[in-house]
């Protein structure tokens, strides 16, 4: 390579545009290292990543024909070091499979520094291995330019040390973005509307990635969202921008002719997107599905529904069905006097069902653990029963 370099560098018109010698130097160590390895020390590599980094062999192949490890000796200390910080094997194949550009970074001066920072302020070494393991990338930022500044920045949005700690693997999107530039102006919007502090702290766990839209977009669905009647000072403000983020103009447009065909009108539309706005990112499938249940098996008229969207969030298989198949029973046997609206059923937690309409008939009714079998598959029946 570096013979082919000398040569072209007495071509003259390299030599006319000062095509110098360091310069080829330069590109010389970049080709080594961007080109893909010779047989022979691919092989070598592919031993090196199963043997050390406990890789798979299909996968050490895959990353040796991507990088040239000229020497073992860098990649040794990174490994050492994550092995000092309690990463185990596994944790290790993942972070080099997804990130292996950490083979050559300086591990003493570049990756210890930040993996120091974050047991520095808080997060304990499991939760450090899970975070560096979900996303290795952010060993990759700069600590004193953006994860120092960032973290400081998220500590003032959560109000608590403990608020941030508890959710740092789904803050970590944001650690790696420019605060500045993509999250401030967001922030900003949020609060001159009158979002309170306790519904940014839950936005940026619930969906980081909302406040990275773009701030002229961001702002427009805040307008509108106050617009249709939603208050920012509700919790549901923060889904109602989320749904947002999720759907696509023809996307709401269509859920919007979906739920018309369904026999909603465009009031009751909004209506229940002010109530419930998760009803918007449902899938047509089951809002056609869960909607003929309610219509035709429980004879419900389409505008009980809209004023009860949340009904709309319910497993049909896992939730509505068993625990109407249940209720019936029990009906039929007269073993539940007290009438009791569906509805009701169906916001009553999973524990205090099984408790109250499954476990406590399962001797009078032994139907009802077939009915509800979907729902007590995997459990230790010698356990409960």
Request: aromatic share 10%.
């Amino acid at each position: 390579m570096l013979n082919v370099l000398r040569v072209i560098a007495r071509i003259p018109w390299i030599a006319v545009e000062r095509f110098s010698l360091c310069r080829l130097r330069f590109l010389h160590d970049f080709a080594d290292q961007a080109l893909p390895p010779s047989s022979s020390s691919s092989d070598l590599n592919v031993s090196y990543l199963v043997k050390s980094w406990g890789l798979s062999q299909s996968v050490a192949l895959s990353l040796a024909n991507r990088i040239n490890l000229k020497s073992a000796e860098n990649a040794d200390s990174v490994l050492a070091l994550l092995r000092a910080h309690g990463f185990a094997t596994n944790h290790i194949a993942s972070i080099i499979t997804k990130s292996p550009r950490i083979l050559f970074s300086d591990a003493e001066g570049n990756i210890k520094p930040k993996l120091d920072f974050f047991l520095g302020v808080g997060v304990s070494s499991d939760g450090l291995v899970k975070l560096i393991t979900a996303m290795p990338s952010i060993l990759r930022c700069s600590l004193e330019m953006r994860l120092r500044p960032n973290f400081d920045m998220l500590k003032t949005i959560c109000g608590s040390d403990k608020e941030l700690l508890g959710n740092t693997s789904r803050f970590v999107w944001l650690l790696q973005r420019n605060f500045e530039k993509e999250i401030c102006p967001n922030l900003k919007t949020l609060r001159d509307h009158g979002v309170p502090p306790s519904s940014i702290v839950r936005l940026s766990i619930l969906a980081p990635q909302v406040l990275l839209r773009n701030p002229a977009k961001f702002s427009k669905s805040v307008v509108y969202l106050k617009e249709i009647g939603i208050d920012p000072s509700k919790s549901y403000f923060v889904f109602g921008l989320k749904a947002m983020w999720v759907l696509s103009k023809r996307t709401w447009e269509r859920r919007f002719q979906l739920y018309h065909s369904l026999g909603w009108s465009a009031e009751e539309t909004i209506s229940a997107f002010k109530k419930f706005p998760i009803c918007m990112t449902i899938s047509d499938n089951n809002i056609k599905r869960t909607f003929d249940f309610f219509v035709k098996r429980l004879n419900w008229m389409p505008s009980f529904v809209a004023k009860q969207p949340v009904l709309l969030c319910y497993s049909l298989e896992k939730t509505v069905v068993p625990r109407h198949n249940v209720m019936n029973i029990l009906a039929s046997k007269g073993l539940e006097i007290k009438k009791l609206s569906m509805t009701t059923i169906l916001r009553t937690s999973e524990k205090k069902f099984l408790d109250k309409y499954v476990l406590k008939y399962k001797d009078q009714a032994p139907e009802v653990l077939e009915a509800y079998k979907n729902k007590i598959v995997g459990l230790n029946e010698n356990t409960l029963f």
